[in-house]
Each structure stands twice: as C-alpha cells, then as structure tokens.
C-alpha cells in the first residue's frame, strides 16, 4: 500500500515537500513515480525515480522546480515542489511502476489515493 501526504493550498511561488509512504512491501526494489491529475484533465506523469535513484525523469513543465528523492532506508520516495504555479494544481498520486521512463502512465503498476495540492492566492 502506498500513502501520499504533504498536500495543501499554498500561493504562487511557494513550496511543498510531498511524501509517499509505502506499508507491507519495501520502496527499493520498483521504480516509483508521481502524477497528477487536475480536474477536468487526463491523469500525467510529473516525474519518477529508478530504484536506485540513479536515474530521474521530469516532465518539461516542472523541470528546474520539482526535484524527486527517495529514502529506501525510510521505504519513502519525496516530491519537493517549489516555484508552485496555479497549474500545478491536482491530485497528486505515487504508484510503482515497472521502469522509470517514458511513458509514465503505461508503466504504472500500484497506485495510492492521491494528495490535494491547491495553488491559488
């Protein structure tokens, strides 16, 4: 099972540091990714972390304002959001996926249920 939290409403600019938990299985082995889906728009994949965090991938819209992190020793993967734009605003989801890569979505495998960020001032 997979938990997020760190969500919130912040204003443009600010910054939020989210947390994805895992329980009854250990985070080091998968690949993990996070993605968001704003109302009304498709589920995307925002960016995602190799299990050894050698290797890291970023959607251009959030490149140079989220950085992704993982503390296998904590069995946790971290989302650190700064420079937070109103588009930012969704459902942020982590999943493991099969492979940290393109495309994102297809290599989903378990997800949780999601952490509210609001962007707004």
């Known amino acids: 099972q997979l938990v997020e939290s760190g969500g919130g409403s912040v204003q443009p600019g600010g910054s939020l540091r989210l947390s994805c938990a895992a329980s009854?299985?250990?985070?080091?082995?998968?690949?993990i990714g996070w993605f968001r889906q704003a109302p009304g728009k498709e589920r995307e994949g925002v960016s995602c972390i190799s299990s050894t965090a050698a290797s890291t991938y970023y959607v251009d819209s959030v490149k140079g304002r989220f950085t992704i992190s993982r503390d296998n020793a904590k069995n946790s993967v971290y989302l650190q959001m700064n420079s937070l734009e109103p588009e930012d605003t969704a459902v942020y989801y982590c999943?493991?996926?099969?492979?940290?890569?393109?495309?994102?979505?297809?290599?989903?495998?378990?997800w949780g249920k999601g952490t509210q960020v609001t962007v707004s001032s």
């Open positions: 999943a493991t996926m099969n492979g940290c890569g393109r495309p994102m979505l297809g290599r989903a495998r378990s």
């Open positions: 009854g299985f250990s985070l080091g082995s998968p690949a």
